[in-house]
C-alpha cells in the first residue's frame, strides 16, 4: 500500500468531491464515503478510484499520484480477493477444465484417461455456490451503498433541517424581541391613557366646578341686570316725566316770555309816547317862554 501525503493536493481533491456532493452530481453516499476514505489518509479501492476518475475527468496516473490507493502485484491479487473470490480463482487455477494436449509417443493401444465427470460435476457445483454467495455479498454491498447514500440523503436533509430550525429560530427570537417591545410600549400607552383617563376626570370635575361657579354668577347678574333693567325703567319713567314737566315749564315760559315782550313793548310805546308828551311840553314851556318873557 503506498500513501501519498501531500496536504494541498489531498484537501483540494477533497473539496471538488464535496463539490460534486452539494452539487448532487453523482452518488451522495458513495462520494461521501470516499471523501472519509481520503479525510482519514486511508486507501481507496480500485473501483472507487475508476468511478472518481468519471467524476473527476482526470486519468489515472494524476489519481494515484494525488490520493492513497492499493497497488497489487499480479501474484499477490489472490491474497487480497476476498474469500469468496479467492475460492473461485484457485478453483479455476487448480481445475481446468480443458484437456491437457499430451506430448511426445506414448506406448501402443494407450488412451489418456476418461474425465472423471462426477468430480467435474461436484467442482461447476461449487463454482455455481460461490458465484451465488458471491452475488449475495455484492447484493449485500450494494444495499449497504443504497443505505449509505440514504443515509447522505438523511444527512444532508438533517443539516438543512437543522439550517431551517435556526432560522426559525432566529425568526422566532427576533419576533419574540419584537413583541416585548410592543407590549412595553403597549404598556406605556395604556399607562399614558390611564394618566389622561384621571387628568380627565380632574378635568371634569374642575370644569363642573366652574359651570357651578358660572351658574351662580350667571344667576347674580341676571337678577343685577333686572334690577338694573327695573331701575332704567324707574329712571326712563322719571325721565319722561321730568321732561314732560320741563315741556309745561317750556311752554309756560315761552308763555311768560310773550307776555313780558308785550308787557315791554307796552312799557315802550308808553314810555315812547311819554317822551314824546315831554318833548311837546319842553316846546310848549318854550313857546310860552318865547311869548311871555320876564
Same mark, same amino acid.
Given at each position: ?42 486507501? +481507496? ?56 494436449? +499430451? ?12 474425465n472423471n465427470s462426477n468430480e467435474l460435476t461436484g467442482i461447476y457445483e461449487k463454482i455455481k455456490t460461490e458465484e451465488e454467495l458471491l452475488d449475495d455479498r455484492q447484493k449485500i454491498y450494494d444495499e449497504i451503498n443504497l443505505q449509505r447514500s440514504k443515509l447522505s440523503h438523511l444527512i444532508l436533509n438533517r443539516k438543512d433541517y437543522e439550517k431551517q430550525v435556526l432560522l426559525e429560530k432566529t425568526l422566532l427570537e427576533s419576533q419574540i424581541t419584537e413583541e416585548h417591545i410592543n407590549i412595553q410600549t403597549q404598556t406605556k ?10 387628568? +380627565? ?23 343685577? +341686570? ?69
Amino acid at each position: 500500500m503506498i500513501i501519498d501525503d501531500e496536504k494541498p493536493k489531498e484537501n483540494e481533491l477533497i473539496s471538488k468531491i464535496q463539490k460534486l456532493i452539494d452539487s448532487n452530481n453523482g452518488d451522495p453516499g458513495r462520494l461521501q464515503h470516499i471523501c472519509d476514505m481520503l479525510s482519514q489518509n486511508k486507501p +481507496l479501492y480500485h473501483s472507487d478510484q475508476v468511478y472518481l476518475e468519471n467524476k473527476l475527468g482526470i486519468n489515472n496516473t494524476s489519481l494515484k499520484n494525488n490520493i492513497p490507493h492499493f497497488d497489487v502485484c499480479p501474484e499477490d491479487k489472490i491474497k487480497h480477493m476476498n474469500k469468496f473470490e479467492q475460492k473461485i480463482t484457485l478453483t479455476e487455477v487448480k481445475h481446468d477444465p480443458t484437456p491437457l494436449k +499430451l506430448r511426445g509417443l506414448m506406448p501402443k493401444d494407450w488412451h489418456p484417461p476418461e474425465n472423471n465427470s462426477n468430480e467435474l460435476t461436484g467442482i461447476y457445483e461449487k463454482i455455481k455456490t460461490e458465484e451465488e454467495l458471491l452475488d449475495d455479498r455484492q447484493k449485500i454491498y450494494d444495499e449497504i451503498n443504497l443505505q449509505r447514500s440514504k443515509l447522505s440523503h438523511l444527512i444532508l436533509n438533517r443539516k438543512d433541517y437543522e439550517k431551517q430550525v435556526l432560522l426559525e429560530k432566529t425568526l422566532l427570537e427576533s419576533q419574540i424581541t419584537e413583541e416585548h417591545i410592543n407590549i412595553q410600549t403597549q404598556t406605556k400607552i395604556s399607562e399614558q391613557i390611564i394618566s389622561q383617563k384621571v387628568e +380627565l376626570e380632574k378635568v371634569k370635575f374642575e370644569r363642573n366646578e366652574l359651570m357651578k361657579k358660572i351658574t351662580i354668577e350667571k344667576d347674580t347678574i341676571t337678577k343685577d +341686570l333686572q334690577y338694573q333693567k327695573n331701575q332704567l325703567t324707574q329712571t326712563q319713567l322719571e325721565q319722561e316725566e321730568i321732561e314732560k314737566q320741563i315741556k309745561q315749564e317750556q311752554i309756560l315760559l315761552s308763555k311768560m316770555i310773550e307776555e313780558q315782550k308785550f308787557n315791554l313793548l307796552k312799557q315802550a310805546q308808553i314810555a315812547r309816547e311819554i317822551r314824546e308828551k315831554q318833548t311837546d311840553l319842553e316846546k310848549t314851556k318854550k313857546n310860552v317862554m318865547t311869548l311871555h318873557p320876564k
